[in-house]
């Protein structure tokens, strides 16, 4: 089965750091994108970063730039991608998904598996 499992959310104060994980499995994720997103309550999901199939690519959106990056260790014990948080702040708040996509791309369309979302809370 392909599972995308996303964890490391919390409750922490602004100015906090967070990392968040994406244990990945069922597929070759090597030949896959991988992608960080967020939603807010009452707000659409947006993407936040991703990382290309061979990890030669990153985007970061203009939100979280400067404070948030992505990594990723593929081998075979341990597909993982992380999205380390730094200087939280009230407005990153939301539950955060990481997803698979066959091409290397920020746009949400073309990620086809999806994890489950981890909440991040930060408080002001």
């Known amino acids: 089965d392909v599972q995308l499992q996303a964890s490391g959310g919390g409750l922490v104060q602004a100015g906090e750091s967070l990392r968040l994980s994406c244990i990945v499995s069922?597929?070759?994720?090597?030949?896959?994108?991988i992608g960080w997103f967020r939603q807010a309550p009452g707000k659409e999901r947006e993407g936040v970063s991703s990382?290309?199939?061979?990890?030669?690519?990153?985007?970061?959106a203009d939100s979280v730039k400067g404070r948030f990056s992505i990594s990723s260790t593929r081998d075979n014990a341990k597909n993982t991608v992380y999205l380390q948080m730094s200087s939280l702040k009230s407005e990153d708040t939301a539950l955060y998904f990481c997803?698979?996509?066959?091409?290397?791309?920020?746009?949400?369309?073309?990620?086809?598996?999806w994890g489950q979302g981890t909440q991040v809370t930060v408080s002001s």
């Open positions: 997803a698979a996509s066959d091409i290397p791309t920020k746009q949400q369309q073309h990620y086809t598996y």
């Open positions: 069922g597929f070759s994720f090597a030949n896959y994108a």
């Open positions: 990382i290309s199939s061979n990890d030669d690519s990153t985007w970061i």
